[in-house]
């Protein structure tokens, strides 16, 4: 039998065995709920109100994002636009249990489908990793705190050994799976098997980028450029370059002769914004992204680099060539493009989020709609990358997470 450490509203975790496990999934399952039940929609904005503090605008990091994103405003606009897609003559009915994998990387990314595949009135089981950092401890022990209080056993956080078959046991009995990771880690869950009917939802690797319109930069004043930096600064180093629509390129419409001087302003401020509490982190990352940069220049891919300081470093590209490299931690290819058009000609499959700046809505959304084949679920402004939405890698979370029952 394996050992499964099961984290509990108190400090101590209580070690219970695999059958205690698979009891307790079957009593949570039937502890379901309607899709944004008001105790449910309480429970998720009290937690987001304790987060925030009573100082909301100071608050920062991914944390105050997660609970910014499920303050009670925000959800009740989220219940009404899901109540208002309901078909007529239909009920929507959570499909049961979820089973939730994270990733390592982005620790409170999980946090955003975990919340809605509760406000959608699923029974849940998350896998969290073995160690977890205080900041996502305490979350998960605010929840567990206020679902205790209601006596609700529907949520459960755990970890197992990844050695044997626990996870297809648990699989075996959700009637969704949720995996954020990369591509391996996807095909290593894919076979295990879920309830009849159940669906499986997929976070793999993912590659984001920019697009600013070089006209529109060049006529920035100095506060206006100064507040386009901060975002992309956010953009860049909120969760350090690791999350799916972290940009990672910028593509510039213009020549680099003309507009190439008003993007290195823009650089050169973003990477002002940033302090690290690490500094031999700090130095390590940078040795890491001038050897990026210096293999780039010295490969002929680049035509010139720039270090701004140890916070972020750049290089423009040698010609109007799609730019791959993630090196992370304050890293961004710049290349210099003739049209919105070129940009989107250089979208992949794996791509998910293109951010933009100096671009109108009807001019994005006249690119977006040029393209029917595979890549980019998302164009959001500079600022907005890591903004969270209940539509996230082509996937409507809180649709795909319930049922819908006709009533004829």
């Known amino acids: 039998?394996?050992?499964?450490?099961?984290?509990g509203a108190d400090a101590r975790d209580d070690m219970v065995n695999e059958s205690a496990l698979l009891a307790k999934l079957d009593i949570a399952r039937r502890q379901l709920a309607a899709p944004f039940a008001p105790e449910r929609v309480d429970l998720v904005?009290?937690?987001?109100?304790?987060?925030?503090?009573?100082?909301?605008?100071?608050?920062?990091?991914?944390?105050?994002?997660?609970?910014?994103w499920t303050?009670?405003?925000?959800?009740?606009?989220?219940?009404?636009?899901?109540a208002a897609r309901v078909p007529?003559?239909?009920?929507?009915?959570?499909?049961?249990?979820?089973f939730h994998l994270p990733p390592q990387n982005v620790e409170t990314v999980f946090l955003y489908s975990w919340a809605l595949a509760y406000l959608a009135g699923n029974a849940n089981i998350v896998r969290l990793p073995h160690e977890i950092s205080a900041r996502m401890r305490a979350i998960v022990d605010l929840f567990l705190e206020r679902l205790a209080a209601q006596g609700d056993e529907s949520q459960l956080f755990v970890h197992y050994p990844s050695q044997g078959d626990l996870g297809t046991k648990i699989s075996a009995r959700s009637d969704a799976r949720v995996v954020w990771g990369g591509d391996a880690k996807v095909a290593l869950f894919a076979p295990l098997p879920l309830r009849n009917g159940g669906k499986s939802i997929w976070f793999g690797d993912r590659f984001s980028f920019s697009t600013i319109n070089g006209a529109a930069l060049e006529n920035l004043d100095e506060p206006a450029l100064r507040a386009l930096a901060k975002k992309l600064h956010n953009d860049v180093f909120v969760f350090d370059q690791m999350a799916c629509s972290s940009p990672h390129a910028l593509y510039v419409?213009?020549?680099a002769a003309t507009h190439s001087a008003a993007v290195r302003r823009l650089l050169d401020a973003s990477a002002l914004e940033w302090t690290m509490d690490d500094p031999a982190g700090r130095v390590g990352h940078a040795i890491g992204k001038m050897t990026a940069a210096f293999y780039a220049a010295g490969s002929g891919r680049a035509s010139s680099v720039n270090w701004q300081n140890t916070n972020l470093t750049s290089f423009v590209a040698s010609g109007p060539e799609r730019q791959d490299l993630r090196v992370g931690g304050g890293f961004l290819s710049v290349v210099f493009v003739r049209s919105l058009d070129e940009v989107a000609s250089f979208i992949r499959e794996s791509d998910q989020t293109i951010t933009y700046f100096g671009w109108d809505r009807a001019e994005i959304e006249a690119v977006a709609a040029s393209r029917t084949g595979p890549g980019v679920s998302r164009w959001a402004p500079i600022g907005t990358a890591l903004d969270f939405d209940f539509?996230?890698?082509g996937y409507d979370i809180p649709f795909e997470l319930t049922r819908l029952i006709r009533v004829s």
């Open 1 to 7: 039998m394996t050992d499964v450490l099961a984290y």
């Open 88 to 98: 007529q003559h239909a009920l929507a009915r959570p499909r049961g249990l979820v």
């Open 391 to 393: 539509i996230w890698d």
């Open 71 to 82: 303050r009670r405003a925000a959800l009740a606009k989220i219940a009404a636009n899901f």
């Open 45 to 68: 904005a009290g937690v987001a109100e304790t987060l925030l503090g009573p100082r909301r605008s100071t608050a920062s990091g991914p944390a105050a994002h997660f609970a910014f």
């Open 253 to 255: 419409v213009g020549e």
